[in-house]
Nanobody
Framework: EVQLVQSGGGLGQPGGSLRLSCACS????????MGWVRQVPGKGPEWVST????????YYLDSVKGRFTISRDNAKNIVYLQMNVLKPEDMAEYYC????????????WGLGAPVIVSS
């Protein structure tokens, strides 16, 4: 059974930092590209970042470049999203996802973690 168990997130101040973690099991983690997607109520999902299976390449939504960092630990089957210099527009539900090999869809989703940016 595929499981993507998220932790982290919560309340962060503008300019502050939060970290999301996603512990994965039930699939060959080290062979799968991983990503993060966020969604604001009433809007569609927005891709945030992707990291390739070996962790050698990372990609970001323009609005988070230089502020967010995606990483992974293939020994522990965990993917992370470090979010720095938080902005109010970062407030959303964040989902850990597995990236389909076509890079056009996401096969599995975590349950989501809220990120609230407020002073």
């Amino acid at each position: 059974e595929v499981q993507l168990v998220q932790s982290g997130g919560g309340l962060g101040q503008p300019g502050g930092s939060l970290r999301l973690s996603c512990a994965c099991s039930g699939f060959p983690f080290r062979t799968i590209d991983m990503g993060w997607v966020r969604q604001v109520p009433g809007k569609g999902p927005e891709w945030v970042s992707t990291i390739t299976s070996g962790g050698y390449a990372t990609y970001y939504l323009d609005s988070v470049k230089g502020r967010f960092t995606i990483s992974r630990d293939n020994a522990k089957n965990i993917v992370y999203l470090q979010m720095n210099v938080l902005k109010p527009e970062d407030m959303a539900e964040y989902y850990c996802v597995t990236v389909h090999r076509s890079w056009t869809s996401f096969d599995y989703w975590g349950l989501g973690a809220p990120v609230i940016v407020s002073s």
